[in-house]
């Protein structure tokens, strides 16, 4: 053999050695992959960081074994994120290292709903009047509701408009109630003199709030309500009311009430002040005089006091 065939089947020979070696040395092979699976409790989505979840529809996903995968939630409308559960604790971020299978559940409550705005109605309202030497002395009566269970209404603005057979205006009353807290029937009364020959023949009532807060006032408790014969004539309201508040009542708090006939129609109202300012924890009577309602006619008397207070 020549020198130049034996180097020949010498290099031949290694290059089948190497390539016997390579394929030896570099088998194929799969990383392993273990599943996250996301559950969610409630209104709202998970998605993750790699890309995999977007739960809803897609709430199961594998990734290399080791990956760290971060999740992220979005609320729907009406509802917000609590906290989250199994894999991951707490209400803050969420991530996952996967070194074996792992489940996270996220959980959403509903948020409740807005307040409702502070809404004052007229549910009754009713009047009897006198004339006697061609002066008449009108009372009425008004029952207001606050149909807010979530709001105060304050600075609620009245208007009453005595009207003749014709529509025609004959007098106008304005006052300002300082609050009908969330859903209090408020009793407003109050007196007028219709100038002129005309003959009242109803009431116009027009409502304004002024402003709302959320709910935290209450009216004084009112006790005891009865009816009398009024010195001057006509039918008087006799009660008492307590302060419950921390602070003094004040002597200008209007005390307003409003008689009713045994059907339950509203007949009349008046109104009066405390005799003076009421300490917290006390307790005051008062005296209401309705000249306008015959005691015949009055069956019952509601009655509100404004809690109008000092400092």
Partial sequence: MTARAFLAVGVSALFVTVLCASAIATPSTTPTRHTLSVSVTGGGKVTSIPHGISCPPTCHASFVSGSRVRLSTRAKAGWKFANWLRGCKGAGGCSVKLSTAKSVRAVFSKLPPPPLP????????????????????????????????????????????????????????????????????????????????????????????????????????????????????????????SNPFQKPISGVARITGVIFDSAGNVIGGGFTFPNADVPPGSRIGFSIGVSSVQPVRAASAQVSVEPELVG
């Fill in 118 to 241: 502070a809404n004052v109605v007229l549910q009754k309202s009713g009047f009897s009047f006198t004339t006697d030497s061609g002066i008449t002395d009108l009372g009425y009566g008004l029952v207001l509701q606050n149909t807010s269970p979530d709001e105060d209404a304050l600075n609620v603005a009245i208007t009453v408009n005595v009207v003749d057979a014709s529509n025609v205006i004959i007098e106008s009353d304005s006052n300002t109630i300082q609050a009908i807290p969330a859903s209090s029937t408020y009793y407003f009364g109050d007196e007028m003199f219709p100038n002129g020959p005309a003959t009242p023949a109803g009431l116009q009532v027009v409502i304004q709030t002024g402003s709302q807060a959320l709910k935290s006032l209450a009216l004084p408790p009112v006790a005891n309500v009865r009816l009398t014969d009024y010195i001057l004539g006509g039918t008087e309201i006799d009660g008492e009311f």
